[in-house]
Structures are given as C-alpha cells and as structure tokens.
C-alpha cells in the first residue's frame, strides 16, 4: 500500500464534525437540564447542535491562546489538561444561565441545575468527547510510517532506490498555502498540529505527526526526535553542547536530537559535520 494513504480522521473537518455530532446526539439523548421533557428529538438535535457548535469555537479560541502562551511544545494530555478546565470555567456560567432560564424553567417539573452540577455535566460530556476523539484518531485506517531513522540495507535497491528519490512537491504540500511552497526542510509535530518548514516560510497546520510523515514519500531526510524529521538537503551542521547533539539548519533554525536518534544521525550526517558549543 503506497504511503500517501491518508487516515480518514487525519482530516480536521472530519474530526471536528466527528465531535460535533457526537456531542450533539449525546445531549440529545440524555436531554439534561429538563430539555427532553419539552423539546422533540429534533428540536433536541436543533439545540444542542448549536450548542456544541458554540463549544467547538470556545475551544478553539482557547487553544489559539494557549499554543501563544506556552508555544506547540506540549503533548496532547497537556493541552487537554489545561483546556479542560478553562473551558469548563468559561461554558458553564452561560450554559447554566440559559438552560435555568429557559428550557428548565419553563418544563416546571425539574428544578434548575447548579452552577456546581452544570459544571460536572460539562466536565463529564467533554471527558466522553476527548475519548471519542482520541479513539479514532489512533485507529484510522491507513498505513505505518516506515522507521526513517533506518537508511534502507545496500541489499535492497528498491528502497535504495525510493530512498533517494526527490520529491519536489509531497503530498503535505497540498495542506500548505502557496507562499510557504519551496524546498521542504523540516517537520515538527505538537499535539494534534504540525509546524512545516521549507525554504519559502514556515506553516502550521491540524495534521498527525505521523500522518505528515506519510505525506512526504520519497524526500530524503530522517526523524532526529520523536516530533522532529529533518531533510538532508537542509542540514548544514550537527552542533554539539554537552551532553546535547542539535541539527543546525539552513535559515539557522537548530532541532534537537534525541538519545534515541543520535546514533543514526551521526551515521547519516557524519562526524565531520558536527560542531562543538
């Protein structure tokens, strides 16, 4: 199977339309805050449809902020852990006011939720929605990434072959916005995004890591850390600090090596590239 095959859920519009429907059919089955009682299942899905929505892009507001604040270094249960909460504090005051005022009130058999029982509603259904998420993810249909860490054996001469091969235009490139478009240089993966750079810019976008590395077939480079690939064109020297190996680009970025990397990086780009501190 060719490498290009994207995971279905690799898309970001079919994983935001996994979590709104989702949420959406939820809530509409439970009805909480007395909506089931005086709302037919479609003006339930009409409802909480938009409610979700307006979550949806309360979330994405917040993750904006955070990725500003503490960079697209933190892992997926980090920017879950800090988003959990700011947006529990920041849905469930509106959420409350509008469903004591509104649909619970006006059912009169149901007395108005708390604040306190909102806010553990809303924690609850987020949780169940993160699992959702989470669940596809890792089990879209697609391909494994070949270990490029590992240059192909001189035996094989397909993959020699294929390994060598220059891409002037990968797949990825399709996600990247036309003025970013150049020799590609290196990938980086932070939670669910991927920063991309290439001799043009740099660019973001809601992409896999590992789902990026599928797209770029036939480039040669190689991983250097878990959320790191680097392409050999843009190497220019391996630095040394310490205990601490870093890839020096061509625009002078510099991308750390893992213990884990190090060996075949040194074996790819050579001592005699590696310069001290």
């Keep these: 199977m060719p490498l290009t095959t994207r995971g279905f859920w690799a898309n970001p519009v079919r994983t935001l339309a996994l979590i709104w429907i989702s949420g959406t059919l939820i809530l509409s089955l439970l009805g909480p805050f007395g909506t089931f009682q005086i709302m037919g299942f479609s003006e339930l899905l009409f409802y909480w449809g938009g409610v979700i929505a307006a979550a ?5 507001s917040l993750r904006i902020m955070v990725i500003h604040i503490f960079g697209r270094g933190l892992r997926p249960f980090q920017m879950d852990a800090i988003l959990l909460p700011l ?20 059912a009169r058999e149901t007395p108005p939720f708390s604040i306190l029982q909102t ?16 669940m596809f993810q890792l089990n879209a249909p697609g391909v494994d ?21 220059t891409v ?9 916005p ?7 240089m ?14 043009q810019g740099t660019a973001s976008i809601l992409l896999r890591f590992a789902d990026a590395l599928r797209e770029i077939e036939g480039v040669r480079g190689q991983r250097v850390h878990r959320s790191h690939w680097v392409a050999d064109a843009a190497v220019v020297t391996l630095r040394r600090d310490g205990n601490r190996r870093y890839v020096v680009l061509q625009n002078g970025d510099e991308l750390p090596v893992s213990r884990t990397y190090e060996k075949h990086t040194m074996e790819r780009w050579g001592e005699a590239k590696t310069a001290p501190i």
């Design 178 to 184: 036309d003025h970013v478009h150049g020799e590609l």
């Design 87 to 106: 947006f529990t504090i920041l849905f469930t005051p509106p959420l409350q006011y509008f469903t004591a005022n509104g649909a619970a009130a006006a």
């Design 168 to 176: 002037t235009k990968p797949l990825l490139f399709e996600r990247l």
């Design 56 to 60: 949806i892009v309360l979330v994405g």
């Design 119 to 134: 806010g553990m509603i809303v924690v609850g259904v987020t949780l169940i929605l993160i699992v959702i998420r989470e």
């Design 145 to 165: 990434v070949p270990d490029q860490a590992n240059p192909p054996e001189a035996g094989n001469s397909e993959d020699a072959e294929r390994s060598t091969r």
């Design 186 to 199: 290196a990938i980086s993966g932070s939670d669910h995004y991927v920063e991309v750079r290439t001799a």
